[in-house]
């Protein structure tokens, strides 16, 4: 009669491997199980087709997996098949003269067949056991111990069986062939020993199972036995490989805290392997664990240089700041390693994002060092880390570095000044003392920094005379002289007709030429309190001016400044008003209501001679009130509307 299923949903079993104390007591009590062992195989789920099978196991002959026909039963003990290698002509079971050493054994690279004809039985266990300290080698100890159970009818013992863990330490294992090998114990009735056990855990560090691992440690408890130390990296590794990042570091935590003496080449797989899974921090974690580690600095536990490269590489792309200067100071700052330009901008840009400017200006000598020619984002890098830091002085001194290397700073270079005034306005106090010290010290000052102090005085003061009396002051500095960015950040407190055209004067002087923004603003001016005709010779010269930079491709005035020129227009009883109507019409801005306004308020004498205000009027009807009130507020859905 066929032993009893228990059927168990593949998701919980995933989700939740240790079954629960009575369904494993009942597992263990099938007739068809050693009830001294803990370690059985279990169903799985093939990944090419989702059938339940049981764990494979690697033929010695064809060096292949075959699966078991029965998903209820375990294999024979009669594991193993005749080999497919080429006959000896030694009869089988003859015991030759010895003459070919264990050496000689593991250090052939022909088939073994022959070599193994001519050594004594003795020998090739001497071999199996060397093989095990020989790495690279393991994979001899199949075709041997094949050899011997073929050719010299040696019966499987526990020796051959911790010999096939050990071939699982090669990378042509499996975890489904150590499953297979414990199968084939417990249907022998070989109970497996805590070495055999040791060597699965080291061979699941290559081949990671966590079910058969947590069997095996399952087992060991129960025998009273707790995992060694090179057991606990196995462990720790295997937990590594197997993606459960949490349980790996927690191990390594105890065997560090517990005073255990934990070897180089495991810091190293943790840093590598957690590092490319994106867990910088905790790849930094266990490098400084690892330099704090006792007798881990000596010189035949140095961490290879490639470690630090990569470990540099990958802070620096991820901007992680720590694990950076870690690696910078304790290896490129002192000239061990040279890192290449890729990752050393990588570490300008980690230097920015959190303020270091010690580490940037580094970075920066060191490109410099090697000829690399600098461009506007290196600098803007090491302006942020000083105007972050509150160091007005050396961020200037970089602009003026830049002004020399003919590398020319812009508006958007300068904002982290900016910011910085803003921030402590009291330095705006003692710039102009900074620039000339710069200027006498051989630095070219760029209008950039003259543009930024004015941009901040603007901000601080309502006035525009502060402004004005900075830009004298700090305009004698600047051999360039002003450009557009100047007269545009002094234009923002400009509110009169007498110094829009002082500015227009200045800006002439230097023959720069108003863009169309900036024409706009000198008619808003000459509307406020200058004259008119000043307005529209502004006006006309606007459709002439060029657009500036990142502007908006208006192509005439804005609709408030269009409102506030009929206003003055229709108050000066100026009959330009109707050629601006007319115009505003053919552009599709919407006038309407703010000219039934103004119509409203003519006095009556004036519609009377003027024939364009009555048809005007009669064209339009009466003047809504609601709009009116609107209007006088400044409603923006009815005076948001701007020319085409």
């Known amino acids: 009669m066929p032993p009893s299923r228990q059927v168990i949903d593949g998701l919980w079993r995933c989700l939740c491997p240790s079954v629960d104390a009575s369904l494993l007591a009942k597992a263990l009590e099938s007739p068809t199980l050693s009830s001294t062992s803990a370690i059985r195989s279990r169903p799985r789920v093939s990944r090419k087709d989702g059938l339940h099978r049981h764990r494979g196991v690697r033929s010695l002959s064809q060096q292949s997996y075959a699966h078991r026909a029965n998903t209820d039963s375990f294999v024979s003990p009669n594991l193993y098949i005749e080999p497919k290698w080429p006959q000896s002509q030694h009869k089988p079971g003859a015991v030759t003269d010895g003459t070919v050493t264990a050496t000689e054994i593991i250090q052939a690279t022909n088939d073994l067949t022959e070599i193994l004809t001519e050594a004594s ?251 690399v020619r600098l461009g506007l984002h290196h600098y803007e890098a090491l302006v942020e880390c ?90 004698h500095l600047c051999s360039s002289g002003p450009d557009l960015r100047t007269f545009q950040v002094l234009l923002q407190k400009a509110q009169n007709a007498q110094t829009a055209q002082e500015l227009e004067s200045e800006m002439l002087m230097y023959t720069l030429k108003p863009t169309r923004d900036m024409y706009e603003h000198f008619v808003r001016c000459s509307t406020a309190d200058g004259d008119l005709n000043t307005a529209f010779k502004y006006l006309a010269q606007m459709e002439l001016a060029p657009l500036a930079r990142n502007t908006s491709r208006r192509m005439w005035i804005s609709h408030p400044t269009l409102v506030q020129l009929l206003k003055r227009c229709f108050k000066e009883m100026d009959p330009r008003a109707w050629a601006v109507v007319d115009v505003a019409r053919e552009r599709k801005i919407d006038l309407e209501i703010e000219i039934k306004k103004l119509l409203a308020e003519m006095p009556k004498e004036t519609v009377v001679s003027d024939q364009r205000a009555q048809e005007e009027i009669a064209m339009m009807g009466p003047v809504d009130t609601a709009a009116e009130e609107a209007l006088d507020v400044g409603d923006p859905k009815i005076s948001s509307s701007s020319a085409s």
Request: net charge negative; glycine share 6%.
């Open 121 to 371: 039985t003795p020998v090739i266990y001497e071999a199996l056991r060397e093989l095990r300290n020989h790495h690279g080698q393991h994979g001899k100890i199949r075709p041997i111990i094949q050899f011997l159970l073929n050719n010299r009818k040696e019966k499987p013992n526990p020796f051959i069986y911790e010999s096939l863990v050990v071939a699982n330490w090669d990378i042509t294992g499996s975890a489904d062939e150590l499953g297979f090998i414990f199968d084939s114990m417990v249907a022998a009735g070989v109970e497996p020993s805590i070495g055999v056990l040791q060597s699965a855990l080291k061979a699941l560090a290559v081949h990671p199972d966590y079910l058969l691992r947590t069997d095996i440690l399952r087992s060991m408890g129960a025998k009273g036995a707790r995992p060694d130390k090179q057991a606990k990296f196995s462990v720790a590794l295997g937990l590594l490989r197997d993606g459960q990042f949490e349980k790996a570091l927690d191990l390594l935590d105890e065997l560090v805290y517990s005073d255990q003496w934990v070897p180089a080449w495991i810091y190293e797989i943790f840093i590598y392997t957690l590092a490319r899974r994106g867990f910088i921090e905790e790849a930094v974690r266990v490098m400084q664990v690892r330099l704090k580690a006792r007798n881990q600095n000596s010189p035949s536990h140095v961490l290879p240089l490639g470690t630090w490269y990569f470990l540099l590489d990958e802070c620096s792309r991820a901007l992680h700041y720590e694990g950076t200067k870690l690696v910078w100071d304790h290896l490129v700052q002192k000239r061990v390693v040279n890192p290449p330009d890729g990752v050393v901008i990588n570490v300008l840009n980690t230097a920015s994002r959190h303020q270091d400017a010690d580490l940037a200006t580094r970075a920066i000598e060191l490109l410099a060092e090697r000829g």
């Open 386 to 475: 000083y105007a972050y830091n509150g160091d007005l002085l050396n961020a200037l001194q970089v602009l003026c570095i830049m002004e020399g290397a003919d590398i020319l700073p812009e508006a958007a270079s300068t904002r982290s000044i900016f910011l910085l005034f803003r921030r402590s306005p009291e330095l705006l106090n003692g710039v102009k003392e900074m620039m000339e010290n710069l200027k006498a010290a051989g630095y070219k000052i760029p209008i950039a920094t003259v543009n930024v102090v004015l941009e901040a005085v603007c901000d601080e003061e309502p006035a525009v005379d502060k402004a004005f009396g900075m830009y004298r002051d700090l305009l």
